[in-house]
C-alpha cells in the first residue's frame, strides 16, 4: 500500500472525528474506495435545516490536500439548473414567453424549424441531436457556435423526442444573457449568486483556476487513475460552467426548496419541475420509491456531481466528487442520504451497482486489422468542409501506409481498413480511436459526433472537397 493511499485513508477517518461510528460514512468510504474517488462533499438540506455536511479525502492526491467545505468543484451539467433558475426569473417578470420561437429573439440563431421555443431548448426536445464534438473542437466562442446551430441537421420533429443538448441549453442562456441586456454569466452573478451570497462560486474556468481551494481532476486510468486537467466549458458555459464549494451549494439548495422566494416566483420554480418524458427545464424528473425527485447530475472532465431534490419532503442533497469517467458514486450516495432522510427500508445501492458493473462484459476497441486502400493514398488528400464543423485537411503519410489528418489544429492518423472506408488509430478528442471515414468520390462521410451510448445521433457528418 502507498504512502498516498494510506494518507488519504487516514483523512477518512480523521477529517470528521465521528465517521468510523457512522454506518453511512463507512458505505461512502467503501464507494470512494471501490471506484477509485480522491475527495467528496456532500450536504443535505431538510426543512430549512443542514442535516449533514461531511467532506471526505483529497482534493490533490500528489500534494495531499485534503476536501473542506470550501473547496471549490466543477460542476458541470447541474449548470442547466441554474441557467434554468434565471429563465424562470425572467419569465415570472415577463421577459420573455417559454412557448415563444427563439428565432428572432436571440441574434444569430436560426434553426431549420423557425418555431423552436426556448421550453424545446431546455427540454432537449429542438430536434437537433447533441453534436457535443462541435464545442469540443474548441475552435468557436458561444456567437460563432450559436451562428452554426443551424447548419446542423433535425434528426426528429421539433418535441417529439429527447435529445439531450448543450448547445441547445448554451443557446437558452445566451437568450437570457441577451434578454437581460447583458451576457448569461453577469446575469446569472448579479441575479442569481450575488443575491443568494453564493460569493465563492465561479463561471468561468479562469476563475476556477485563480481559486487557491480547488479541487484537481482525475480520471480512471490502467491502473488506478490519472491526474487531468479541467476541461474549458466557458463557451457553453449556461450548460457546463458552474464551479462552487458545499458552502455555496447548501445555499443553492434550499433556494430551490423555497420554490425561488423571494428572486423568483414559485410557481415559475414549480413550472421547471414538470414535464414529459421524464425531463422538465433543466431537471430530470424521477420517481424514488413512491417520492417525486427532481435532480441533475453533472460529469466533466476530472469531475463529477449530483443534485437532488425531494420537493414534497422539503430535502435537498448535493454531492460533489473529483472522479469523472466511470464514476456513479454521487448518484449512488445521494440516493443512499435521501432513504436515510426520508426513513426508508435501507436499499444498498452501491453493492447493487458493484455487482451490476461485475457481472456487465466490459467493451473494448479492438482496432480492425489494415486493409488495402482502393486507391493512391494522393488521390484522398485535400480539404474537406462541413458548414458548421469547419475544414478538415487530409493528406498522404510521408514513406507511410498511413493518411494524416487534422481538423482546427487536432492532428490525427488514419489507417486503412480496405476499399475508401479509413479508421482514426488513437484518441485524440473528439476524435475518438476505432473512429471512421469513409471516402466517397469528393466528400468524406464521418459519425464524429455520435455518442455511442446514445440512441439517436446525427450519423454522418458529409464534408465536402473545396480543394
Known amino acids: 500500500m502507498g504512502r498516498l493511499t494510506v494518507l488519504w485513508l487516514i483523512l ?46 483529497l482534493r490533490d492526491v500528489e500534494a495531499g490536500l485534503p476536501v473542506t467545505p470550501e473547496t471549490l468543484f466543477q460542476l458541470g451539467s447541474v449548470t442547466k439548473s441554474l441557467t434554468a433558475s434565471g429563465l424562470a426569473l425572467l419569465a415570472g417578470q415577463g421577459a420573455f414567453d417559454w412557448d415563444a420561437p427563439v428565432d428572432g429573439l436571440l441574434p444569430g440563431f436560426a434553426l431549420t424549424d423557425a418555431d423552436v421555443t426556448a421550453r424545446d431548448l431546455m427540454t432537449h426536445r429542438s430536434g437537433v441531436p447533441r453534436h457535443d464534438a462541435l464545442w469540443y473542437l474548441e475552435a468557436y466562442d458561444r456567437d460563432q457556435l450559436i451562428r452554426r446551430l443551424g447548419h446542423l441537421t433535425p434528426t426528429r420533429e421539433r418535441g417529439a423526442a429527447f435529445q439531450y443538448s448543450n448547445l441547445m441549453v448554451m443557446a437558452a442562456g445566451a437568450l437570457a444573457g441577451h434578454l437581460a441586456g447583458t451576457t448569461w454569466e453577469d446575469f446569472t452573478r448579479t441575479r442569481l449568486l450575488e443575491p443568494l451570497a453564493m460569493d465563492n462560486a465561479r463561471l468561468s474556468l479562469a476563475g476556477f483556476l485563480a481559486a487557491p481551494n480547488r479541487a484537481t481532476g482525475y480520471f480512471p486510468g490502467e491502473p488506478g487513475r490519472i491526474r487531468i486537467p479541467p476541461r474549458d466549458t466557458d463557451q457553453i458555459a449556461p450548460a457546463a460552467a458552474l464551479y462552487a464549494d458545499l458552502e455555496d451549494m447548501i445555499r443553492y439548495l434550499r433556494f430551490l426548496l423555497a420554490r425561488g422566494d423571494p428572486l423568483v416566483l414559485p410557481g415559475e420554480i414549480e413550472r421547471l419541475w414538470r414535464g414529459d418524458g421524464g425531463y422538465g427545464l433543466g431537471f430530470y424528473l424521477r420517481d424514488h420509491r413512491g417520492f417525486r425527485v427532481v435532480r441533475h447530475g453533472g460529469v466533466i472532465d476530472g469531475y463529477a456531481a449530483e443534485l437532488l431534490l425531494a420537493p414534497e419532503a422539503d430535502i435537498g442533497i448535493v454531492v460533489l466528487s473529483n472522479l469523472s469517467g466511470a464514476n456513479p458514486v454521487p448518484r449512488l450516495v445521494a440516493k443512499t ?50 458548414p458548421a464543423y469547419g475544414t478538415m485537411e487530409i493528406a498522404p503519410e510521408p514513406d507511410g501506409p498511413r493518411l494524416q489528418g487534422r481538423l482546427h489544429g487536432i492532428d490525427f492518423l488514419l489507417v486503412p481498413r480496405g476499399g475508401d472506408l479509413w479508421q482514426v488509430a488513437e484518441t485524440v478528442w473528439p476524435l475518438r480511436a476505432g473512429l471512421e471515414m469513409r471516402f466517397e468520390g469528393d466528400t468524406l462521410l464521418t459519425p464524429l459526433a455520435d455518442v455511442p451510448s446514445d440512441a439517436l445521433n446525427p450519423g454522418d457528418l458529409v464534408f465536402r472537397r473545396i480543394r
Open 12 to 57: 477518512l477517518l480523521v477529517v470528521r472525528p465521528a465517521l468510523a461510528a457512522d454506518p453511512f460514512d463507512d458505505l461512502v468510504a467503501r464507494a470512494m474506495a471501490h471506484w477509485q474517488v480522491p475527495g467528496l462533499a456532500l450536504a443535505a438540506v431538510q426543512d430549512g435545516e443542514v442535516v449533514v455536511e461531511q467532506v471526505y479525502g
Open 337 to 386: 442520504l435521501l432513504d436515510r432522510l426520508l426513513n426508508l427500508e435501507p436499499i444498498d445501492w452501491i453493492g447493487r451497482r458493484m455487482a451490476r458493473d461485475a457481472a456487465a462484459p466490459r467493451p473494448a476497441y479492438k482496432l480492425v486489422a489494415l486493409g488495402t486502400p482502393a486507391r493512391p493514398l494522393a488521390a484522398y488528400a485535400g480539404r474537406y468542409r462541413h
